[in-house]
């Protein structure tokens, strides 16, 4: 490849390794919307990089911390730094958080960006606010109640999700607010090394009976959410990637055993 | 502490520690600049934020990876991305980018806003940003030839590093420009562990001898860059900080032990 040849498009994977398709109609599976993952990853961590105006409208990037009011962005910034005077002027801004990942490849990692104006909280809005913040930022005790230090709410208007490569989409600040952060997926890791490391027949099983590949050798579970298990496999034909749905949706942790447990009599036809 | 109470100002403490001052003048400790804080930072890693700006002049936060090329940063983002759109559209600019960190506190961290304008670099300028950006993500060699995907160079026109709680300052885009990033500072975990486990004594010297701190009672390293030693230290009187200078700034930290043999024989009167 030389900045010389030929442009390639989207199209033409070029060198890019090709995945094998399903041989049968995998079973449905619920994923998470657009709104839920960008629910989810709001929720995972409290800092982010806030986009707002210059005085010249020009757009300037920086690092802000944030707790969350019904999944809207609460900011403490202080008037004397520069976001702080650029949202005094002007409340248009967004947010771009980035969910912690272990992946050595940054572009595979989750991340979204919500945009829209902020409002100063007033009355009993403003200590829950208050108490979304501090929950969320201890160190915000030392400054929260300086003079020159304001709570700001983004109030979302759009939502741009990523999930990685080539899964992304859209959502309105609406189904933003109405959706729930998901209960399962941050607190799954530990879960998910466990059926890797003893339950990996039961996983390429969901992966041939539900999944679409009955020609799946192996299968390692790469995420478990509140609608089911992501998992990656092999075959004769190349890696691919599928994904197998519990019978119902689950609401804690607590709940993935019991629906692994179903899953594993559903690909075992029981 | 309630929001319905008296407001308090920066220069009001209020239950904040206070940090004892030096006893004595301390020697002369270079730090570095705005600008070399900031190239470090940028040289840190290889994801930051852009903003960017819609259609419509509104701020938009988005996840990037990125490459320097003599400071600037290299972007390679797809047209078909909102921020590639913005930035074909309007090439006002910034990006903030914060420096990996292990404190648990985020506001500790460093971090640097570097603003101004894109341009798509020609000739020998574009082989060289391309070079710089697969040289930083490796990934980049799978879609950088995409004929939707851009190569941008973001023009560094003013800089705004903070450094942590309370240590700030802005820079030209020409001081950023001219400026190196520290060859000490981001190798430097491995010699200042050995400092802290092995050389507990000589650390506790240099703050009393040299760093204006005779009541010294015990010292930790918290930093080594190219001109000297960060160091925390406890006295009868609080906690304090300080910071010691080599005789002469090092280029590689090859040269930190022999600088911190140097210190300890100029603090024992050597």
Known sequence: MTSAGPPRDHGDPGDAPTVPPPLTEPAPARRPSAAEEARTIAASTNTGTL?????????????????????????????LAEH???L????????????????????????VTLAGHVEAPVGA???????AHLGAVAAAKYYLDYSDFTLWVLRVDRVRWVGGYGRMDSATGRDYTAAQPDPVAPRAAGAIAHLNADHADSLAAMARALGGYPDTESAVCTGADRYGLDLRLDTPRGMAYTRVGYPRPID??????????????????G
Chains 1, 2 share one sequence.
């Not at 010249?56 to 019904?70: H, Q, R």
């Open 51 to 79: 986009a707002t105006l210059t005085a010249d409208g020009d757009p300037w990037a920086s690092f802000v911390t944030y707790g969350l009011l019904e999944g809207a962005p609460v900011l403490c910034v202080s008037n």
């Open 125 to 131: 809005e403003r200590d829950a606010a208050r108490e």
């Open 84 to 86: 702080g005077r650029n």
């Open 88 to 111: 005094a002027t002007d409340p248009r801004a967004s947010i771009a958080i980035t969910a912690p990942s272990t992946d050595a490849d940054p572009l595979a990692s989750g991340r």
């Open 252 to 269: 804690s942790i607590d709940e993935l055993r019991s629906a692994a447990v179903e899953l594993v009599k559903m690909a075992r036809g």
